[in-house]
């Protein structure tokens, strides 16, 4: 069984940080990409940052060049959202999410298996 479980979201003031872990489960992990998303209330998922595990690139998309940084550790089958300089507009629920074969995009349609997601709500 395919298994995505979100953690390490929570309340913080602007200009702090946070780290997402993104722990998989029941599929090969090397030959995917996993890409965070976030949803903000009355808003589209948009996609945040992918890495694909078989070369190790990263992308990311959206305003989040410079101040998050996505990681992936294969041994331990868990990929990082390191998010630093937060800002109040980064309020979402942040989802992980794979996609087989390991193409990343902010398409979230490409992506066949989410986590529950963890909210993340930075105050002014």
């Known amino acids: 069984e395919v298994q995505l479980v979100e953690s390490g979201g929570g309340l913080v003031q602007a200009g702090g940080s946070l780290r997402l872990s993104c722990a998989a489960s029941g599929f090969t992990f090397d030959d995917v990409a996993i890409g965070w998303f976030r949803q903000a209330p009355g808003k589209e998922r948009q996609g945040v940052a992918c890495?694909?595990?078989?070369?190790?690139?990263?992308y990311y998309f959206n305003s989040v060049k410079g101040r998050f940084t996505i990681s992936s550790d294969n041994v331990k089958n868990t990929v990082y959202l390191q998010m630093n300089s937060l800002k109040p507009e980064d309020t979402a629920v942040y989802y992980c999410?794979?996609?087989?074969?390991?193409?990343?995009?902010?398409?979230?349609?490409?992506?066949?298996?989410w986590g529950q997601g963890t909210q993340v709500t930075v105050s002014s």
């Open positions: 999410a794979a996609a087989s074969p390991g193409f990343c995009s902010d398409y979230a349609p490409l992506f066949g298996s």
């Open positions: 890495i694909s595990n078989s070369d190790g690139r990263t």
